[in-house]
């Protein structure tokens, strides 16, 4: 029996060639293109010119006057988020806000209001906010995949339970400095692209693009009309090279292969592929193989298009703007063609050139991909009756493996001697010197995250004992965790745009997206499996092992390797102390770090004979509303039972949010003592929740756990409250952890000790 069915109730789109679904469904039925030479005049120092831009009005005409001070970006995503919302008919009282939940995907770090880059998941918080969604909320940056990821993660959302409703899709804007990116690759086009044809280069675009996604019975139960069902979707990772997809097409093939699966379904089954179709010859190429791949001698006769010589690359909103598109045509019986396609062109393939095609369309495979390597494919399905569903099996997942690298040291053995000599290492840099964790041809040419990123993931996977063949490794699953990236590459490409925009430093730019370090780790590893990138802020690691638990319980991955990493530039003083929830020593210091957790089905655990640091007995994620960050700790931890965990590894980084967590954390979990691994690293953005999670499955294995030095004036309760030494004087047999995007999302994950 099926899984429970999930199914798209509204759809909001803007973009170059409409400001809502139908008319973008009119122009694409008209096959009018809205990629034009370029406004800005910033942009004349390109010789390729062309793209797919917004106007204005557009957006500022469908936006009430309280969002005229906000960034275009976040301006961009309300409009289709409203549009989705509307489309659904769902009103206030339809869904609880704790049950809302947003999954939004985004390839670039945009700027707010006055020109400064702002935290990747701030255009999430602001539509979360401004729609009232206080459930589960997560920005997936997987490059151009992102949007198509999105949707793939919100149905498994609403599968786990975690939400009854939950808003998918992407958004960016056209940003100068992503054009001198693509222009230093020499990937534009002069003029407006000519996907599977010309293929001389693409055409960079911007805008929005959301669905509406719910239980197929909720959504009749209140009356809503189903548009489509979101059957099944795959990721898959390329591990071939940094920007080029490979060129055989294997990670694409599989992707494909996997949305069919999830779907319960073959590949006759298939009227009509969504293509990514960007216009380049790498891509075009590409594409045609994973399509004589996965359809073989039918391969021919299944209709394929390109709306991107529509709408230019929207990069993070390309998967989202895409799938509206296939769900449009589900319900109209019409399949989009490829403008621009030079009708001299010689192929076997149907890339329905220039003038849409009215057909029997049943389901619809929607294809992306991406720097760094991500494949994403959704099957969408004109939707069926209700009808009975199984809900997912329990398959516990335990924690196997720790590859922590931080300032305190490389390795389980190095971190927990720190820990039990009570060391300190505040804001320093890990040192990798003289060490070396891939072939010597690739880590030269790595940035510092990548290599940090690297070095943790070989530890986690040593450190698990763990061996499987080569063809296993094509079912590993990688998820990475980061804030920010990589601060090395970004800066560096930064300051040479400012130098010259027709000279970029082009092996930055590759590694500018924050889904590269992911990538990285996939080639130096051979993972081949589903892979995502999770970027909400210092919530990101509980977030990334969230997604790898849905994928043990779905069946997708029976190992998944979680790695967090985030770098800094400052250097921080030799003997820098930094004290959590004490109200006399407050102040945070940036530090540098990554760690890796190999994430295993309970069952694969002990059918290879090995051995578990502790149990993931559950987790919970909350985004923060307007009762502030008290209430949502307490929303994060509902589904949970803390009352027996011995320990609680806290967020607290000495800042502003520490009495407010002090506070909730010893009311409801009296009996726990407190700390947190900021004490001894600094805040390490994304790889502190990750170290959070190690420090307390090395407590629950071997009894040690970060002592707060220093602590003599809690905001709560008594010093006897927190841990002061690192040899605990009780085996822990649960441990809470905490993890924290302050004003943005909470997540808490509860470990036990294995039987």
């Known amino acids: 029996m099926a899984s429970r069915p999930v199914v798209i109730t509204g759809l909001g789109v803007i973009c170059a060639i409409g400001r809502d679904p139908e008319e973008f469904w009119l122009r694409l039925m008209a096959g009018q293109g809205g990629v034009t030479p370029v406004d800005d005049e910033a942009f004349a120092v390109f010789t390729a ?29 309300l409009v289709a988020a409203r549009q989705a919302v509307g489309q659904a008919g769902l009103s206030a009282g339809d869904v609880e806000a704790d049950r809302f939940g947003l999954v939004l995907g985004k390839c670039q770090a945009t700027p707010d209001a006055a020109g400064r880059y702002q935290p990747m998941h701030r255009t999430g918080d602001v539509v ?59 990937a534009l086009s002069t003029g407006p692209c000519a996907p599977y044809s010309r293929s001389d280069g693409l055409n960079l675009g911007e805008g929005a693009a959301f669905l509406l996604l719910e239980p197929l019975d909720r959504a009749l139960a209140r009356g809503a009309t189903p548009l489509a069902e979101v059957a099944g979707y795959g990721l898959s990772a390329d591990a071939y090279h940094a920007t080029a997809p490979d060129p055989t097409g294997r990670g694409g093939a599989s992707a494909v292969r996997r949305a069919l699966a999830d779907a319960g379904m073959s590949t006759d089954d298939v009227s009509y592929v969504s293509g990514h179709g960007t216009g380049t010859p790498a891509n075009d190429a590409m594409e045609a193989k994973v399509m004589r791949a996965v359809f073989g001698d039918r391969a021919p006769r299944v209709p394929t298009s390109s709306i991107k010589s529509f709408v230019g690359h929207t990069l993070g909103a390309a998967g989202a703007v895409e799938a509206v598109a296939s769900v449009l045509a589900l319900r109209h019986g019409m399949a989009p063609p490829t403008i621009g396609f ?24 929607s294809n992306n991909y991406a720097f760094g390597g991500n494949n994403v494919a959704l099957a969408l399905t004109t939707p069926g009756g209700e009808r009975e569903y199984e809900e997912l099996p329990d398959r516990p997942a335990v924690i196997t493996g720790l590859g922590p690298v931080s300032g305190l040291g490389t390795g389980v053995a190095e971190l927990a001697e720190a820990l039990a000599e009570g060391r300190q290492a505040v804001g320093r840099a890990p040192s990798l ?139 921080a003083a030799g003997d820098t102390v930094v004290t959590p929830y004490d109200r006399e020593r407050t102040g945070s210091v940036p530090g540098s770090a990554a760690v890796a957790i190999l994430v295993e089905s309970a069952e694969h655990c002990a059918a290879r004979g090995g051995r578990a640091y502790a149990r993931i007995l559950g987790s919970g994620h909350a985004g923060t509303g307007e009762q502030g960050e008290r209430e949502s700790i307490r929303r994060s931890l509902a589904g949970l039972s803390v009352g027996k965990a011995g320990l609680v590894v806290g967020a607290g980084t000495g ?45 629950i294995r071997d009894g040690i756990a970060p002592a707060l030095h220093g602590l003599e004036h809690p905001y709560a309760g008594e010093v006897e409250s927190y841990v002061r030494k690192p040899h605990l004087s009780e085996a822990v047999e649960q441990a809470l952890v905490l993890t924290a995007a302050a004003d943005s999302v909470r997540g808490a994950v509860l470990l036990g000790a294995m039987p």
Not at 343 to 365: C, G, S
Not at 527 to 547: F, K, Q
Not at 693 to 699: K, M, P
């Open 342 to 365: 030079d009708a001299d062109t010689t192929t076997d393939l149907d890339f329905v050139p220039n003038v849409a095609r009215r057909m029997p369309i049943e389901t619809v495979v």
């Open 655 to 699: 800042g502003r949010y520490d009495a407010d967590e002090a506070a909730v954390l010893l009311e409801l979990v009296p009996d726990g003592l407190l700390t947190t691994s900021v004490a001894q690293t600094g805040d390490c953005q994304a790889a502190t929740g990750a170290m959070n999670l190690a420090v307390a499955a090395l407590a």
């Open 128 to 186: 979360a906010g401004r729609l009232g969604m206080r459930g589960p909320r997560i920005l997936v940056s997987t490059a151009c995949a992102a949007g198509g990821n999105a949707v793939g993660l919100a149905k498994d959302k609403i599968l786990t339970g975690e939400a009854d409703v939950v808003l998918a899709g992407g958004v960016d804007p056209l940003l100068f400095g992503t054009y001198a990116g693509f222009a230093g690759l020499q």
């Open 433 to 571: 010197e003289g060490r070396t964790f891939a072939p010597r041809s690739l880590w030269r040419h790595m940035n510092h995250l990548s290599r940090m990123a690297i070095a943790a993931s070989r530890l986690a996977w040593e450190d698990a004992g763990i061996k499987l063949p080569r063809a296993a490794l094509d079912n590993v699953g990688l998820i990475f965790a980061t804030a920010a990236g990589s601060v090395e590459s970004t800066g560096g490409f930064d300051e040479s745009v400012a130098v010259d925009p027709n000279k970029p430093a082009v092996l930055s730019f590759s590694n500018v997206v924050l889904n590269a370090t992911g990538g990285a780790v996939c080639q130096t590893l051979g993972l081949r499996g589903p892979t995502t990138t999770i970027c909400n802020g210092e919530a990101s690691a509980s977030i990334a092992l969230d997604c790898a638990i849905e994928m043990i319980k779905a069946g997708k991955a029976d190992v998944v390797l979680v790695v967090a990493a985030d770098e800094t530039t400052a250097t």
């Open 49 to 77: 010119r062309y793209a797919g831009q917004v106007p204005t009005e557009w957006i500022t005409g469908q936006l009430p006057e309280s969002d005229a001070a906000l960034d275009r970006t976040a301006q961009l995503a």
